[in-house]
């Protein structure tokens, strides 16, 4: 089941630093917001490597998230580890609506949140 927080009313309120990153808080997570051509990302607050915090990082040409400890690079729509070493990513849908901007948080069940 996906729960839907709205965490903006336009792209433009939302607080991205120079590098098109910023963190947000969706219910009860951090969230990184990554922003490429227009287009909106949200995916995991810290790197599946060893916890680099992805906000630090940056945007690389073609759109890759790319981890500022020790420079994995993620496809930020799937969470893709496109430098090889076999992570993932955790990606979350961002949607730009009309009435503002939405991320998505898959919920697994009752007890997700033990996990
Ligand atoms: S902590 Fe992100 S690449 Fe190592």
Same mark, same amino acid.
């Given at each position: 089941m996906t729960t839907w927080f709205k965490i903006a009313d336009s792209l433009a309120e939302i607080p991205f630093?120079? *590098?098109?990153?910023?963190? #947000?808080d969706v219910g009860n997570k951090k969230v990184t917001l990554g922003l490429h051509n227009g287009s909106l990302f949200a995916f995991a607050h810290k790197c599946p490597h060893a916890s680099g915090i992805?906000? =630090? @990082?940056?945007? =690389?040409a073609t @759109? *890759?998230? #790319?981890?500022?400890?020790?420079?994995y690079k993620?496809?930020?729509?799937t969470g893709r580890n496109t430098t090889g070493e076999g992570y993932y990513l955790k990606t979350y849908t961002a949607e730009q609506r009309e009435d503002g901007v939405y991320i998505g948080i898959e919920e697994k069940g009752f007890f997700s949140f033990l996990h």
């Open positions: 630093q120079p *590098n098109q990153l910023c963190i #947000v992805m906000a =630090d @990082g940056f945007i =690389d @759109g *890759n998230i #790319v981890c500022p400890i020790h420079r993620f496809n930020m729509q």
